[in-house]
């Protein structure tokens, strides 16, 4: 059972432009989400999160929403520059479940010049 | 501040043999973590320590793998014997443990069983 769903394997933008990426939950026990951003050899970097109390953070570029009703949050990144391009993760955690993050499979993102 | 340190970063080992990564988490971080990453997938789960004791292991095969963390602070994990399927990059997380759960990754290490 995929909890957590990235449906979107890749994405390519061209650089200055907007990039959105899509993230879908089932568990309504959430309440916190995360994006983590993945270059090749190294772990996973914490990007941003995101409280199911709130409905949009925001973080220089990087602006993540959260759309309870709809169990959807997306990753927008304005403006998109080459190093942007990497793995996306998004993660869901329940401080009833001791904070375990689940993750969704990853969307690469490149960002062309 | 040091981050999560990992090694060794890469493994090729023969089915049925064993293998051990260790993991030294970020510095007062209580929380620790192991995950799997099988390719093009995300990280999974294998196990949770707060401090030194077991937190959530339910993902962790446990006729193979096994997984310990001593004084509350490096941790090692085991997988014996190895099967091909077992090929993945392990990673381990450290984490203050408050919300928003935000975790700190190491760099992993990249295991591949022949």
């Known amino acids: 059972d995929q909890q957590v769903k990235q449906n979107s394997p890749s994405l390519s933008v061209q650089e200055g432009r907007i990039s959105i990426l899509n993230c879908d939950y089932t568990?309504?026990?959430?309440?916190?989400f995360l994006w983590y951003k993945k270059y090749p050899a190294e772990g996973p970097t914490f990007l941003i999160s995101?409280?199911?109390?709130?409905d949009k953070n925001e973080d220089g570029r990087f602006t993540v929403f959260l759309n309870k009703s709809a169990k959807h949050l997306s990753l927008h990144i304005v403006p998109s520059q080459p190093g942007d391009s990497a793995v996306y993760f998004c993660?869901?955690?329940?401080?009833?479940?001791?904070?375990?993050?689940?993750f969704g499979q990853g969307t690469t993102l490149q960002v062309k010049p | 501040e040091a981050g999560v340190a990992q090694s060794p970063r890469y493994k090729i080992i023969e089915k049925r043999q064993s293998v051990a990564f260790w993991c030294n988490p970020i510095?007062?971080?209580?929380?620790l973590y192991w995950y799997q990453q099988i390719l093009g997938q995300g990280p999974k789960l294998l196990i949770q320590?707060?401090?030194?004791?077991?937190?959530?292991d339910s993902q962790l095969p446990k006729d193979r793998f096994s997984a310990e963390r001593l004084k509350g602070v490096d941790s090692t994990l085991k997988i014996q014997p190895a099967k091909l399927e077992d090929s993945a990059v392990y990673l381990c997380?450290?984490?203050?443990?408050?919300?928003?759960?935000?975790?700190?990754f190491g760099p992993g290490t990249r295991l591949t069983v022949t």
């Open positions: 997380a450290s984490s203050p443990g408050t919300p928003p759960y935000e975790q700190y």
């Open positions: 568990n309504s026990m959430f309440d916190y």
């Open positions: 995101i409280s199911s109390i709130k």
């Open positions: 993660a869901a955690s329940a401080s009833s479940n001791t904070g375990k993050l689940i």
């Open positions: 510095s007062g971080h209580a929380t």
């Open positions: 320590f707060q401090n030194n004791g077991v937190v959530d």
